[in-house]
């Protein structure tokens, strides 16, 4: 039996660095002081600088002059690119997962659409935001082409940074989107066309792009 390998320094900081992005606790724009990970993560700052050009690589950093490193800030026009392609995108995998979401399958999803309601009522929008992932990752369980749930992922991964965010620019939008989850499932489950099936799935994302628009072009952006 084989002993598990065990991470580097460096991969272990590149890790943890990467895990705080994605989930949220070094939001847009935070900066990332190497000296003060050196000494919160017990390591040297070699491997924290090597995680960050790591990162920086990917995208998920950026250096700004006189500032050092930092989360990559939100690009409004990025985003707004980024969720139309994810609309064409989850639209068809929807599509595609259809025939397979069965009784039980359906369940889970009228569960989580019932937990994002119920923290809407209080509010919270980090719950809801975690239901509304819960719901849409049935239909990414349930796909059958592999390469087209990879790509949906991958584009999940990159909009998840800035999604709590987005999401408290416009609370009103998450009310709505239960009831559209609703009528996605009953649509499902009504054995309706697939494309209608696509349709409202690729729709429900845009009305969110259009909300997102329509907000911050109050707030002069």
């Avoid at 847009?28 to 050009?53: F, K, T, W, Y």
């Avoid at 796909?143 to 999604?163: F, G, H, I, K």
């Amino acid at each position: 039996m084989s002993t598990p390998t065990r991470l580097s320094k460096q991969e272990q900081t590149y890790a943890t660095l990467r895990s705080r992005i994605l989930d949220g606790t070094y939001g847009p724009g935070h900066r990332l002081v190497i000296d003060a990970l050196a000494r919160e993560l017990s390591v040297s700052q070699l491997p924290v600088r090597e995680a960050i050009r790591r990162l920086e690589a990917e995208g998920w950093v950026v250096y700004q002059r006189n500032a050092g490193a930092q989360v990559t800030p939100v690009d409004p026009s990025l985003w707004v690119e980024g969720m139309e392609t994810f609309a064409v995108l989850e639209g068809y995998v929807t599509r595609l997962a259809a025939p397979h979401i069965g009784p039980a399958e359906q369940a889970r999803l009228r569960a989580a659409n019932d937990e994002m309601r119920e923290a809407m009522v209080r509010f919270d929008i980090p719950s809801a935001s975690a239901a509304n992932s819960a719901f849409h990752e049935v239909f990414y369980d349930r796909c059958p082409n592999d390469y087209m749930r990879r790509q949906l992922e991958a584009t999940v991964e990159r909009l998840s940074t800035v999604r709590a965010k987005i999401f408290s620019m416009i609370p009103d939008r998450l009310i709505a989107m239960v009831d559209e989850h609703a009528g996605l499932v009953d649509l499902i489950a009504g054995g309706a066309d697939p494309l209608e099936i696509e349709m409202a799935a690729r729709e429900h994302k845009l009305r969110t792009v259009r909300a997102y628009e329509e907000r911050w072009a109050t707030l002069g952006g």
